[in-house]
């Protein structure tokens, strides 16, 4: 597939089957996070991987955004320490949440191609799932990706048109 038909092809999935997910794609998927793109290299995330049955229950009980099922959670949380130490307030407030939102997004894109389905939640409690995973204070989550094989795809919700996109587009004259 092309990447334009994978980034199409994607769609926020809810609802799985109960088929686990190999450790070779999970790990794949971990290697598309990394070469997403980062503020000054500096990659200041980690991610935890739950694949059992009870902790994904656990997680599920204190994200009021997380509906349906999955098989397989992977949770991007932002390395605060890492980020203020490299990159200082901006680094630590603004650029380590975009490094972790490009992360997921390789990550979907990658399920996607590997036939899985993914969802991204932030509707969840940080504090508490920091807590639940006895994470360190520096160490935050900030999206939890839901992953399993699908069991059905929704429909593709509406999308804007380029020209809705697009507010100011700044060219020469001579440019199409
Ligand atoms: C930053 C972010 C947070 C999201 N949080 C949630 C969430 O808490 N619960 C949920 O079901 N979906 C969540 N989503 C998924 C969106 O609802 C979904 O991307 C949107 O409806 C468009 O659908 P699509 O992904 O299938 O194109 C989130 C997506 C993003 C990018």
Redesign the pocket.
Known sequence: MQVFDIIKK???V?FYTDEAIEGDKLKKLVEAAIWAPSAGNIHAWNIVIIQRKGDIELVKAISP???GNSTALMILCADKRKAYAKGGEVGRDVLSKMDI?IAAQNLCLEATELGLGS?????FNQEAVRGLLDLPENIIPE?VVTLGYPRSI?H??PRRTVEDAVIRWIKEENEQ
């Not at 969802?119 to 509707?123: A, H």
């Open positions: 994607r769609r926020s809810r955004g997380m509906l939102a969802c991204i939640i932030r509707s999206l929704p593709p919700p």
